[in-house]
């Protein structure tokens, strides 16, 4: 009897495990990812790296939710644009007021592709994430152990 509600409890805690590493992301903008990319635009890939989710704003527009391992790809005209992310629920144009959220504004160049990792910064009482730029290496080394995010868009 007890072997069997070992063996139970052993197999509850691999599949709780299981479902508790498996990261994702939900994207609401059109999704470049292996795309050309235009000279009049710039890539941006968010990336990851925690167990909390949070949501991405771009210009104060929610771009998607993005978890553990998840990542987002998306093209922005050039010029100047501020990306967001927050573990909040909010509107976006009050993005960086709130304890945990950061900014990181970009002046986008036309044919350039820019890697972003979200770092925790945090403890265990607060979620906080900031930006941080990757060289090209370390982005693709990054984005390859990424999952591909839930596209919730349709062009």
Do not use: W
């Not at 509107?91 to 900014?103: K, N, P, Q």
């Amino acid at each position: 009897f007890i072997f069997k509600t070992m063996k139970k409890i052993f197999l509850y805690a691999i599949l709780a495990i299981a479902f508790v590493s498996c990261g994702s992301a939900r994207q609401f903008v059109k999704f470049t990812d292996k795309e050309p990319l235009s000279e009049d635009k710039g890539r941006v890939y968010v990336m990851l790296r925690g167990n909390h989710e949070l949501s991405i704003f771009c210009d104060d527009e929610l771009t998607g939710r993005i978890d553990k391992n998840g990542y987002l790809a998306f093209d922005l005209p050039v010029g100047l644009h501020k990306l967001g992310a927050t573990p909040h629920a909010h509107a976006g144009i009050t993005l960086g007021a709130a304890e945990g959220e950061d900014i990181f504004k970009m002046n986008i160049k036309g044919g350039r592709t820019y890697y972003l990792e979200l770092v925790f910064r945090g403890n265990v009482r607060n979620v906080r994430y900031a930006f941080r730029l990757l060289d090209e290496e370390a982005g693709k080394t990054t984005l390859r152990h990424s999952t591909k995010p839930q596209l919730n868009y349709i062009d």
